[in-house]
């Protein structure tokens, strides 16, 4: 309720929190929808590269045709929006340098776009809700750090699990209880092979891209998303791409805790994720208050000693203008990178890769991702998912092996490997070595 009179206190005011959105597609089109029925916000400009989506997105959120304007001058679309008219453009770097947009929500999935649209942004002392969480697992941290030097925010997403997760953690540690897991459902059945072609027609049903199904039934996504997650919050996964066993509400406190106490977990302090509770999120905590502990066991949360709190809905997009207004109007963080990142989103071979043969894009027929420790992926030089996109390859990698550094000629001149190799010496400079 609060949020609610905030916004209605804003709007009162004469004020619009003005939203500049990159990228339309499906999280993007739902998002914009979702503010036009809302009170004090409003997307002001949108970017995308497919010819007409900026428009047809203003026609899905009811705008009259004749209130928008389609340019890729970035003067006239600074004065069409003064002029209370929404802009569609082609050219991304155009929506943070429009004065009358406060916040720029990068919505593309792609990591290089991502690295570039968040950086400009904060160039540009704008606000960054980061959707692209591909982005954030890679370089989260570095442009968590120079937004607050530009004295704005940098933030996940609520809606999204790394940011609906994150809300049950807080919850949690806020009350003083131990938390032993979190993590998130898995909706797609796990097929390290499914690519856009493979999956195309179960995409076209699901009206959906072939390129975001793959990324969702190859384990991409949750990879990274779990990966932004335990950077929040300072948690690893247990091994490699995690257990990923089956799970359900009500025996998550049975699964996600340690095998001396009959889970699947080695220690402590990790994310999970698993098939049977999507879309649901949730974490695993614990107590050694006696008293604490029976008041849960009477309050229906389990026997003891490890207790589950889940909710079983995320509302992706739809949920993110909670994050939006929080930023904008109270300078409040969802979710983001504040500690030295933990772990890591590597990639792996979806087929035989031959030498000189091209990365493609997340989501695609060559790569797929796994999350690592960081402590491990560093040692074993293994490459961050993030900068595979365009990388060549060297030598042959078989089909399911980790791909290295030593693999490939990573492309360097992009703006998220100049960002990576800038918070690797960011992270050594503060540890000193």
Not at 79 to 95: C, E, L
Not at 195 to 211: F, G, V
Not at 308 to 322: D, N, Q
Request: proline share 5%; hydrophobic share 40%; net charge neutral.
């Amino acid at each position: 309720m609060e949020l609610i009179k905030s916004l209605r206190d804003y709007a009162r005011q004469g004020k619009t929190i003005r939203v500049g959105l990159v990228g339309a597609g499906q999280m993007g089109e739902g998002l914009a929808c979702q503010m036009e029925l809302m009170t004090g916000m409003r997307t002001v400009a949108i970017a995308d590269v497919v010819p007409n989506r900026p428009q047809a997105v203003f026609q899905s959120m009811g705008i009259d045709p004749k209130k928008t304007i389609l340019t890729d001058d970035l003067e006239k679309a600074r004065q069409a929006v003064r002029d209370g008219y929404r802009v569609g453009t082609s050219q991304a770097n155009i929506v943070s340098r429009i004065a009358d947009v406060d916040i720029v929500v990068e919505a593309t999935g792609i990591p290089e776009i991502g690295a570039q649209v968040a950086f400009e942004a904060i160039l540009n002392k704008k606000h960054v809700l980061q959707m692209n969480v591909e982005t954030d697992a890679t370089v989260g941290y570095i442009l968590r750090k120079m937004a607050q030097a530009a004295g704005v925010v940098y933030t996940l997403t609520a809606g999204d699990e790394p940011g609906t997760t994150m809300e049950l953690y807080d919850f949690a540690v806020g009350l003083g209880f131990e938390v032993v897991s979190a993590g998130k459902g898995k909706n797609n059945v796990l097929d390290r092979t499914g690519n856009p072609e493979n999956l195309a027609e179960k995409a076209k049903a699901q009206q959906m891209s072939p390129k975001m199904l793959a990324s969702f039934v190859d384990g991409t996504k949750t990879m990274v998303e779990m990966t932004s997650l335990g950077n929040a919050i300072g948690f690893v996964p247990d091994v490699r791409g995690m257990h990923g066993p089956e799970a359900h509400a009500k025996n998550l406190q049975e699964v996600f805790i340690p095998k001396s106490q009959g889970g699947v977990l080695s220690k402590k302090g990790v994310v999970e994720y698993c098939r049977g509770i999507a879309p649901g999120v949730f974490v695993v905590f614990t107590t050694d208050h006696p008293k604490l502990a029976r008041d849960l066991t009477y309050l229906s949360m389990g026997k003891g000693p490890y207790f589950a709190l889940y909710r079983p809905y995320h509302l992706t997009s739809l949920e993110t203008p909670v994050s939006i207004a929080r930023a904008v109007l109270n300078n409040e963080t969802t979710i983001a990178t504040d500690r030295h990142p933990v772990c890591e989103t590597v990639a792996y071979s979806k087929k035989a890769l031959k030498a000189g043969e091209k990365i493609d894009s997340l989501g695609g027929f060559t790569v797929y991702g796994m999350i690592e420790a960081k402590t491990i992926s560093d040692k074993e030089q293994l490459l961050p998912l993030g900068l595979a996109p365009g990388a060549v390859l060297k030598r042959d990698v078989p089909i399911g092996h980790p791909v290295t550094f030593a693999d490939v000629e990573v492309d360097t001149s992009t703006t998220i490997y100049h960002l990576w190799t800038l918070q690797n010496a960011t992270i050594a400079r503060e540890l000193g070595a």
